[in-house]
Antibody, heavy 122, light 109 residues
């Protein structure tokens, strides 16, 4: 079945970096864009970024543009989210989610991984 | 960028109908998607492209749209439907952005 598994989360100090991974299986990975969505504790969903199916295009939320970079390795069925200059407000559960349609990056998001927690604190 | 407004909470008795609204500029010209999130779990898509239902989602879940408001309707509500629900659109008017609604907590009485 279609599965997405995030990893790489943890506790980090403000200003430091962290790289998240999203490993996919059960579908033709190279045909689907992958999105990152985060959820701060007790808060709503917040879209972060997307990388297109072939890795040629990325878009970012205003709050992370210039600090976060998403990329993919289609030979490894894995997407990455490089997070630099982390801030306390980046503390959240980070989910990766597949774009429902092939060769499309505007959603919807289906399915989602179970998430990985990032905590930014001094 | 777009702002999508949802009521913070909706309460409904078992067997009744719950309606969750999502309001925002240009809703009528964008595809609206809906997600269900139960406590401690990842979100699940329950309606996409305004009215389409993914395989495995009960027919009790349906979407509609009128003017600048989209609505998720859950008929014959069950205890297991208690969850947070979010609407979502893609805003390509300036930057390409995913936008979520503010979220609605559905409580089954």
């Amino acid at each position: 079945q279609v599965q997405l598994v995030e990893s790489g989360g943890g506790a980090v100090q403000p200003g430091r970096s962290l790289r998240l991974s999203c490993a996919a299986s059960g579908f033709t990975f190279r045909s689907h864009a992958i999105h990152w969505v985060r959820q701060a504790p007790g808060k709503g969903l917040d879209w972060v970024a997307v990388v297109s199916h072939d890795g040629s295009t990325q878009f970012y939320a205003d709050s992370v543009r210039g600090r976060f970079t998403t990329s993919r390795d289609n030979s490894k069925n894995t997407v990455y989210l490089q997070m630099n200059s982390l801030r306390a407000e980046d503390t959240a559960m980070y989910y990766c989610a597949r774009d429902h349609f092939t060769e499309n990056y505007s959603g919807p998001f289906d399915p989602w991984g179970q998430g990985t927690v990032v905590s930014v604190s001094s | 960028s777009s702002v999508l407004t949802q009521p913070p909470s909706v309460s409904v008795a078992p067997g009744q109908t719950a309606r969750i609204t999502c309001g925002g500029d240009h809703i009528g010209i964008r595809s609206v998607h809906w997600y269900q999130q139960k406590p401690g779990q990842a979100p699940v898509m329950v309606v996409y492209d305004d009215t389409d239902r993914p395989s495995g989602i009960p027919e009790r879940f349906s979407g509609s749209e009128s003017g600048n408001t989209a609505t998720l309707t859950i008929t014959r509500v069950e205890a297991g439907d208690e969850a947070d629900y979010y609407c979502q659109v893609w805003d390509s008017s300036s930057d390409h952005l995913g936008v979520f609604g503010t979220g609605t907590k559905v409580t089954v009485l």
